[in-house]
């Protein structure tokens, strides 16, 4: 499998987000972060204006939704044709009925670990999980600086995934840029979530293109 790019819309103009979507009409998905000022400190978007986006782009939405109440909020990203909806460990009560109706609603269900949450005590939940996203900063806000100390914690989600324990799809969030992207490719991540690396680029198709190129060299076998 190729790499994922998924360039996060939290860095782009929220007034032409339909022109935001074209601008990287060759990404794989579009990342899409819902936040509620309670569960982080900011406050993004909703459920109206992902319905919306729906509509103005093809590119599958990856929402990552940064809420309290993701057992109340979750599905409707689903049913509002999102492809994949990802809830935060720390804010869900009932994990496994999240993915089963998350699923049921049509889409792929994700789960996201907080850089303090181990991922040693979510395995077996994961078994019933699509994606996983590995924060690699602390959520709540584009344009801050990748932890490198997160990287043990994909290698272990790769390895669990290549000795058949898991069959999620490792993604990484946070901090992703043309240098950091390496690390990650190489801890074994197969999407990588990048906001400002892409839209403060003057083109940011053409860094979506070269951040996929620098993740596949650096893959795990790849050279
Ligand atoms: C942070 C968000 C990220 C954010 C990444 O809470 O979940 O998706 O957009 O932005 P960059 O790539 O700028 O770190
Ligand atoms: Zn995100």
Redesign the pocket.
């Known amino acids: 499998m190729k790499p994922l790019i998924a360039p996060?819309i939290?860095?782009a103009d929220f007034a032409h987000l339909a022109d935001e979507a074209k601008a990287v009409a060759g990404a794989d998905w579009l990342?899409v972060?819902v936040?509620d000022n309670h569960f982080?400190p900011?406050l993004t978007l909703g459920l109206p204006i992902v319905q919306s986006l729906r509509k103005a782009t093809d590119i599958p939405l990856d929402c990552?939704l940064?809420i309290e109440d993701p057992d109340r909020w979750a599905v409707g990203y689903a049913e509002a044709g999102a492809y994949n909806v990802t809830v935060h460990a720390e804010a869900v009560a009932d994990p496994i009925a999240m993915a089963a109706n998350i699923r049921a609603a049509g889409a792929k269900a994700g789960l996201s670990l907080k850089p303090g949450t181990a991922l040693d005590d979510w395995v077996d939940v994961l078994r019933h999980y699509d994606t996983l996203l590995i924060?690699t900063?602390?959520?709540?806000?584009?344009?801050?600086a990748?932890m490198a100390d997160m990287m043990p914690k994909v290698r272990r989600a790769r390895n669990l995934v290549d000795t058949g324990h898991l069959t999620v799809l490792v993604e990484v969030?946070?901090?992703?840029?043309a240098e950091t992207i390496e690390q990650a490719a190489e801890a074994g991540a197969d999407c990588f979530?990048?906001?400002?690396?892409v839209y403060s680029a003057e083109d940011p198709g053409a860094a979506v293109a070269a951040l996929r190129a620098t993740a596949a060299a650096h893959r795990p076998g790849s050279g």
């Open positions: 996060s939290l860095s990342h972060d936040m982080v900011n990552h940064m924060m900063v602390e959520p709540g806000f584009g344009g801050q990748f969030d946070g901090g992703i840029n979530v990048a906001g400002s690396a």
